[in-house]
């Protein structure tokens, strides 16, 4: 039982992390309509930066935390600008080929930087875990639970509560329409796309000090964040959220007590069994393409 | 017989040719390898270009083939669930690479089957997780995988023939033999299914799906067809991989396969015959060129990548098609300044 309540504590962890993950891979497909292959690298690049902040430049943690996420903001925005731009018209499978293309060249930049060697972030939490009643947790992970929840609150105002927000809203439901009510497309891929990735980067240096930072990182990370949104629905947010946490635990529970061996393959069964019973995802309002 | 037929036996004869001159065996070892690797491309090509369904799952098909080719090959024993005893004796490679083809064309089977539920983005995660989810199994079923350790001395093909003569595929001038007589044969099979009733059903499927559903055509059992060869043939590389490098470990279920593959079959052009070939000769000889020039793998990968992005942005169509259109282009405008001798324009 308390073996239980151990894991069940963990996944929720984990998960706060998985639906920011999740909530920016979607917001992505569901506005621009776009399977973007580059999420998990804007989440290796989020971890490498705050391990730059850190540990090169030697900034304050919590400071180094904002920095990359805004890096990562800036490096999306970038990614929109300079290869989706020009790509508006273009069908899904098209710019999910020069996705990967951004992909392979981004990651090979990052493992040319930094080389193969893992590293490790310093956090300023105290090493000794804290423990309630039959069930312990690092402070590191709470801190990175936490942050993960104040972000999700975050993103949600921001989509439901702000006019870009409503833009947005906009965009998603009809980008013709949208465009003819004087919606400025342009912006709102390109605070789409920044945003969903300022959030992958943000899971990225939450989760670089928890574990460890190394090139190809983001490969499992774009994997599992394909199988949230699948969960939950491409496109939509409260689909991701839960579908993040319902993930973290399959993971936990599965790799206690089937086989770790298999943890990163929770995500995929799962895929592939919520597809032969509800292909659309748990949530999803619209129909699937196709 | 017409003149470009002549010219294709012309070039297949050259290939033929290469192990009499080539003296080089590490030029030999590149061409065994891009030639593995166009054969799998070119089953990409059947899902890809004919049916226009992305499959990145593909690279399972080729380890499947390269993993149960190897185990039947060496024999193997495994403990099932249930205290169920399998055990399977070392088999003839012939008949281990027949065995591989079957098992990838069935998987190809059940996955098409599955996922052709979904199209798009869905199909494309369906396939990308099957493929994780098989690399996964090999990594962690050491029993029957070694799991990291490898599958190490797998044998190289032998045929024998009692009495008359037997034949080895140990070495490398018959190896390449062997990988261009496969790819010769998956060309020919997959040009005469493409021109056949069940290709043009994929074109019809691939253009304008609801359409070709209400003429009549069968949309799912056609794709799990193409699904099903794509599979045997990548699953029949992955077996001439395995008994080429004699060594298979999970590493073969890498994502970065299937972009190669990929990148192959959308360069050259898809959804035409000599589309992955074209591709595939770029994409199978980059790598040594770059490395011959002392570039590091990481910066070999960047170029991949960018030049991905570059050939969607500037190639969409392929190098095939843009050269078709190109020729085209070039007779119909010498026919026009032929017949119009005054008139300085090119035809449109």
């Known amino acids: 039982m308390d073996q239980l309540l151990q894991h069940a504590l963990n996944a929720l962890i984990l998960g706060?992390?998985?639906?920011?993950?999740?909530?920016?891979?979607?917001?992505?497909?569901?506005?621009?309509?776009?399977?973007?292959?580059?999420?998990?690298?804007?989440?290796?690049?989020?971890?490498y930066m705050a391990y730059m902040a850190v540990m090169v430049?030697?900034?304050?943690?919590?400071?180094?935390?904002?920095?990359?996420?805004?890096?990562?903001?800036?490096?999306?925005?970038?990614?929109?600008?300079?290869?989706?731009r020009r790509l508006r018209a273009a069908d899904i499978d098209t710019t999910m080929l020069v996705m990967i293309g951004a992909w392979i060249a981004l990651q090979n930049a990052e493992q040319l930087t930094w080389t193969g060697v893992a590293k490790s972030i310093d956090n300023p939490f105290p090493s000794t875990p804290l423990v309630i009643g039959p069930v312990s947790v690092s402070y590191n992970r709470l801190f990175v639970f936490i942050v993960?929840?104040?972000?999700?609150?975050?993103?949600?105002?921001?989509?439901?509560?702000?006019?870009?927000?409503?833009?947005?809203?906009?965009?998603?439901?009809?980008?013709?329409?949208?465009?003819?009510?004087?919606?400025?497309?342009?912006?709102?891929?390109?605070?789409?796309?920044?945003?969903?990735?300022?959030?992958?980067?943000?899971?990225?240096?939450?989760?670089?000090?928890?574990?460890?930072?190394?090139?190809?990182?983001?490969?499992?990370?774009?994997?599992?964040?394909?199988?949230?949104?699948?969960?939950?629905?491409?496109?939509?947010?409260?689909?991701?959220?839960?579908?993040?946490?319902?993930?973290?635990?399959?993971?936990?529970?599965?790799?206690?007590?089937?086989?770790?061996?298999?943890?990163?393959?929770?995500?995929?069964?799962?895929?592939?069994?919520?597809?032969?019973?509800?292909?659309?995802?748990?949530?999803?309002q619209k129909e699937r393409i196709g | 017989m017409n003149q470009l037929t002549l010219l294709k036996l012309a070039g297949v004869a050259l290939l033929y040719s290469v192990p009499l001159w080539m003296t080089d065996l590490y030029v030999?070892?590149?061409?065994?390898?891009?030639?593995?690797?166009?054969?799998?491309?070119?089953?990409?090509n059947l899902l890809l270009g004919y049916t226009g369904q992305l499959s990145l799952g593909h690279v399972a098909f080729f380890g499947i083939g390269a993993y149960v080719s190897s185990l039947m090959s060496l024999g193997f024993e495994v403990t099932l669930i249930g205290d169920l005893m399998v055990s399977v004796s070392r088999k003839p490679v012939w008949l281990a690479m027949l065995?591989?083809?079957?098992?990838?064309?069935?998987?190809?089977?059940?996955?098409?089957?599955?996922?052709?539920?979904?199209?798009?983005?869905?199909f494309v995660i369906v396939?990308?997780?099957?493929?994780?989810?098989?690399?996964?199994?090999?990594?962690?079923?050491?029993?029957?995988?070694?799991?990291?350790?490898?599958l190490n001395n797998i044998p190289a093909l032998r045929l024998e023939f009692p009495g008359l003569f037997e034949l080895s595929f140990l070495r490398k001038p018959m190896s390449y033999t062997l990988v261009l007589t496969v790819a010769v044969v998956s060309y020919i099979l997959i040009r005469r299914l493409v021109h056949s009733r069940a290709g043009r059903a994929m074109v019809a499927l691939r253009e304008n799906e609801p359409l070709a559903?209400?003429?009549?055509?069968?949309?799912?059992?056609?794709?799990?067809?193409?699904?099903?060869?794509?599979?045997?043939?990548?699953?029949?590389?992955?077996?001439?991989?395995?008994?080429?490098?004699?060594?298979?470990?999970?590493d073969i279920f890498l994502f970065i396969y299937t972009v190669t593959m990929v990148i192959m079959v959308v360069t050259g052009g898809k959804g035409t015959l000599a589309g992955p070939l074209v591709g595939g000769v770029i994409f199978g000889l980059l790598p040594e060129t770059l490395r011959a020039m002392a570039i590091k793998p990481e910066v070999q990968w960047m170029i991949y990548g960018v030049l991905m992005v570059l050939v969607v942005y500037f190639l969409p169509e392929g190098i095939v098609p843009a050269v078709r259109n190109w020729w085209k282009r070039r007779n119909e405008s010498r026919v026009a300044v032929a017949s119009e001798p005054s008139s300085s324009g090119a035809a449109p």
Not at chain 1, 31 to 40: A, D, E, P, Q, R
Not at chain 1, 60 to 68: D, E, H, K, R, T
């Open chain 1, 16 to 47: 706060g992390t998985y639906a920011l993950l999740g909530i920016g891979l979607t917001l992505i497909f569901g506005i621009m309509k776009l399977v973007n292959f580059t999420h998990g690298e804007l989440y290796a690049f989020g971890a």
């Open chain 2, 213 to 250: 559903r209400s003429v009549g055509v069968d949309v799912t059992r056609y794709l799990v067809l193409a699904t099903v060869v794509a599979a045997a043939l990548a699953g029949a590389a992955g077996s001439l991989y395995a008994h080429y490098v004699r060594i298979v470990d999970p």
């Open chain 1, 148 to 284: 993960a929840l104040a972000l999700i609150g975050a993103t949600y105002a921001l989509i439901n509560r702000t006019k870009l927000g409503k833009a947005m809203r906009a965009t998603f439901q009809d980008r013709n329409t949208a465009a003819l009510m004087g919606v400025n497309i342009d912006t709102i891929y390109m605070a789409t796309f920044a945003l969903g990735s300022g959030l992958a980067a943000a899971a990225g240096a939450l989760l670089g000090p928890v574990f460890v930072v190394y090139p190809t990182m983001g490969d499992l990370a774009s994997l599992k964040a394909f199988a949230i949104v699948i969960l939950g629905g491409l496109g939509s947010i409260p689909g991701a959220t839960i579908g993040g946490f319902i993930l973290a635990f399959m993971e936990e529970l599965g790799a206690g007590y089937i086989s770790s061996g298999y943890r990163d393959g929770m995500g995929f069964l799962l895929i592939i069994v919520i597809l032969l019973i509800k292909p659309t995802g748990l949530f999803a």
């Open chain 1, 57 to 84: 430049l030697g900034l304050n943690f919590y400071l180094s935390l904002v920095v990359a996420v805004l890096l990562g903001v800036v490096l999306g925005a970038a990614i929109e600008f300079v290869l989706l």
């Open chain 2, 127 to 150: 396939t990308v997780s099957f493929a994780e989810v098989v690399r996964l199994v090999a990594l962690n079923w050491v029993e029957l995988t070694q799991g990291p350790m490898a």
């Open chain 2, 28 to 44: 030999l070892h590149i061409l065994i390898i891009t030639g593995i690797f166009i054969i799998a491309a070119m089953s990409l």
């Open chain 2, 99 to 122: 065995v591989a083809i079957a098992v990838a064309g069935l998987c190809g089977w059940v996955i098409g089957k599955i996922s052709f539920k979904v199209r798009g983005a869905y």
